[in-house]
């Protein structure tokens, strides 16, 4: 891992702690305020997820005729099949 610790930190089950190495990591005021978010492996599927900072904002852009609200219609198919890939409920 990037921050000097090891991969299997982003397995930890214990929400407690992970919660702490976060902590750590978003608080320290050394280089430690370089980091914008963590990756970490999901409890739902055993994928990557993303936790971002909100420091993180201003590198995040997109333009405005690029977002869609997640109640667009167009997005119910995606949406759907995403759904069904991780047995989730999908009420549109």
């Known amino acids: 891992m990037r921050v000097g610790s ?3 930190l982003a397995k930890v089950a214990d929400r ?3 919660q702490a ?5 978003y608080e320290r005021g050394d280089w430690f305020t370089c980091i914008d978010g963590l990756i970490y492996t999901n409890a739902h599927n055993d994928e990557d997820a993303l936790a971002l900072y909100e420091r993180a904002q201003p590198r995040l852009a997109v333009n405005s005729n690029q977002v869609m609200n997640l109640n667009d ?3 119910q198919p995606n949406l759907q099949q995403i759904a069904l890939t991780h ?6």
């Open 87 to 92: 047995r989730l409920i999908f009420r549109p």
């Open 16 to 18: 407690p702690l992970s």
């Open 73 to 75: 219609v167009r997005l």
């Open 21 to 25: 190495w976060s902590r750590h990591f």
């Open 6 to 8: 090891v991969a299997a």
